[in-house]
């Protein structure tokens, strides 16, 4: 009995996930789209697709290194800064330069985790279905350490 409980646990730590091929055509579509407004928005520079594809209160985030003044710290976006870095040109890519993947990686209900990967970061997000409409609530990125250079380079806060 002792063994039991520990042993249930490992089990529901590495149960599998729902996977896309397990949804429905129309549940992966519209999953799929709401990240491809987020990347290929960004990508071609197109501020009204990336904000199509998020939550009015999407918070971004990234790791960054420890400081003397925070020990924990963050790299934080909102919907509205994202969409101003769209608009100017931040992430935009010659279309022949798009190497991205987006893959879903969990679905449960109204909630859906999906891994973007394109040249400059890995982002992990968080999407909610809010009346039949995938929208993107939290995404928390990488920034890769070879990555090309940005035409803008978006600021720290």
């Known amino acids: 009995m002792r063994f ?7 089990m529901l730590l590495v149960a599998p996930a729902r996977a896309a091929a397990d949804l429905d ?3 992966v579509q519209a999953i799929e789209a709401a990240a491809r407004d987020y990347i290929d928005g960004q990508l071609d520079g197109d ?3 990336v904000k199509r594809g998020l939550h009015p209160d999407m918070a971004k985030r990234a790791i960054r290194p420890e400081s003397a003044e925070e020990k924990f710290a963050l790299r ?4 509205d800064e994202l969409v101003e870095l769209t608009q100017q040109g931040a992430l ?11 893959r879903i990686l969990d679905v449960a209900g109204n909630i859906a985790t999906v891994r973007v990967e394109a040249p400059w970061f890995i982002d992990h997000l968080q999407l909610g279905n ?4 995938w929208m993107v609530v939290n995404a928390l990125y990488y920034p890769k350490p070879n990555r090309p250079a940005l035409s803008a380079a978006p600021t720290q806060r």
């Open 25 to 27: 055509t129309a549940t």
């Open 4 to 10: 039991l409980i520990p042993l249930l646990t490992a």
């Open 130 to 133: 809010f009346n039949g409409r």
């Open 92 to 102: 935009k890519t010659p279309r022949e330069q798009w190497d991205r993947t987006i």
């Open 47 to 49: 501020a009204a697709r």
């Open 76 to 79: 934080r976006m909102t919907t």
